[in-house]
């Protein structure tokens, strides 16, 4: 079975400042691997996932298969990237699995 | 369009009863997932259907069932509802399994 862990609940950075958010995950199979985004009374939206290789928002994320995880970086917080976050890992039968998520708050 | 729209928007239940909550996905789309997420959880896979075949299911006992209508909306069935069934119920669609899921705004169920 699959499981994603978030390790950090809360993550507040000042602006400006780098931010890192944790992602690891266990699973037997290749994975496929997902940020998702929640802004303040919006709804859960894709951030990205990490076949598509890009760079969102200025945030990156890259799969490191041997130490499984899939953490995501931005060098600048912004006030805006204030939100919760999700990784995300999808196996080969489609099924989503969800890590418990990380608040950030970027102070000004 | 409007995205993926999600009815009712929040009901109160009390235990023992049943409800059904509704998915109206994106126009094209052709696959459903339900989701339950529990205050300071993420997201929990329930279900997801296409083409309106279940494809797959999650560790939810069987008083939960959905099923997906030709015109691709969906329903979700809780049956005799518990206090821990509390929980925002997402709806997800998708072109096809596999592809970027879309979310709707969610149905707040609160079980009394």
């Known amino acids: 079975a699959q499981r994603v862990t978030q390790p950090e609940k809360l993550l507040s950075v000042f602006k400006g400042a780098p931010v890192e958010l944790k992602c690891n995950y266990s699973y037997s199979g290749s994975p496929e691997l997902f940020w998702y985004v929640q802004y303040s009374r919006q709804r859960l939206q894709l951030l990205l996932r990490h076949i598509s290789r890009e760079s969102i928002k200025g945030f990156t994320a890259d799969l490191n298969k041997g130490e499984t995880s899939f953490h995501l970086k ?26 418990a998520g990380t608040t950030v708050t970027v102070r000004a | 369009d409007a995205g993926v729209t999600q009815s009712p928007t929040h009901l109160i239940k009390t235990r023992g009863q049943h409800v059904t909550l509704r998915c109206s996905p994106i126009s094209g789309h052709k696959s459903v997932s339900w989701y339950q997420q529990v205050l300071g959880q993420g997201p929990q896979f329930i279900f997801q259907y296409y083409e309106k075949e279940e494809r797959g299911r999650g560790n939810f006992p069987d008083r939960f069932s959905a099923r997906q209508f030709p015109n691709y909306s969906s329903e979700l069935n809780v049956n005799a509802l518990l206090l821990g069934d509390s929980a925002l119920y997402l709806c997800a669609s998708s072109l096809s399994s596999g592809n970027e899921q879309f979310f709707g705004p969610g149905t707040r169920l609160t079980v009394l």
């Open chain 1, 74 to 99: 931005k060098p600048f917080a912004q006030e805006e990237d204030s939100a919760m976050y999700y990784c995300a890992l999808e196996a080969h039968d489609y099924k989503l699995s969800f890590g």
